[in-house]
């Protein structure tokens, strides 16, 4: 009984160290919570120092805090259905080592598609590379969604004209794709490309 529940316990630990690699969650969230009171304790005290200017970095940060506030949510919950309805294999597949160009083209058309701002764009990024995703395809797509926005586009096109958007539109694409490769293969060789590559493959 009790090698069958530690041998049950190693297993969960492997699976929760694939699930979110780098920093155990504990000295994650100590290192987020230290971030914070820094932040706020220097947000603090330029305020005093500087009155002016700190209410209104104070003003600033409250609206940037009120618009996570009510994106967050819906950033969770879209993960939470992504993680649990998108198998797998299917990202894989279309997203995956063995996608090719096809999955390139399907990055960028992924990027194009959502709006809203690129924070929220990190999360699902990491949960493409959890679930099987080509390093080169979750660079493309993240910047896809910083670049290219079909609304955003249209707007362009409006003010600045087809000759403008076709050539600047042209460009973005043809280096989007060289960058992704590029990233990619700065990334395999890392100093902890093998113990990614093992996550991987747990």
Not at 103 to 126: E, K, S
Not at 129 to 147: E, P, Q, T, Y
Not at 171 to 196: D, N, S
Request: glycine share 8%; hydrophobic share 55%; net charge positive.
């Amino acid at each position: 009984m009790k090698m069958s529940t530690r041998r049950s316990r190693g297993e969960k630990e492997k699976r929760a160290n694939a699930a979110s690699p780098g920093l155990p969650l504990r000295k994650r969230i100590k290192w987020d919570l230290a971030i914070m009171v820094f932040s706020a304790t220097a947000l603090f005290a330029l305020s005093i120092i500087f009155q002016e200017k700190g209410e209104k970095a104070v003003n600033i940060s409250w609206e940037f805090f009120k618009e996570m506030a009510f994106m967050l949510p819906a950033v969770l919950l879209l993960m939470g259905l992504f993680g649990v309805w998108v198998d797998r294999r299917m990202v894989v597949k279309y997203l995956g080592e063995g996608s090719g160009i096809g999955g390139l083209l399907l990055a960028i058309l992924l990027g194009t598609l959502p709006t809203g701002p690129l924070y929220i764009a990190f999360p699902l990024a990491g949960m493409l590379l959890k679930k099987g995703a080509r390093v080169a395809n979750v660079m493309i797509f993240l910047s896809a969604w910083a670049c290219i926005k079909l609304p955003l586009e249209l707007m362009e096109l409006r003010f600045l004209g087809w000759e403008f958007t076709v050539l600047r539109l042209g460009l973005t694409v043809a280096l989007i794709i060289p960058m992704g490769l590029l990233a990619e293969a700065f990334y395999r060789r890392g100093p902890k490309a093998e113990a990614r590559h093992a996550e991987a493959e747990l």
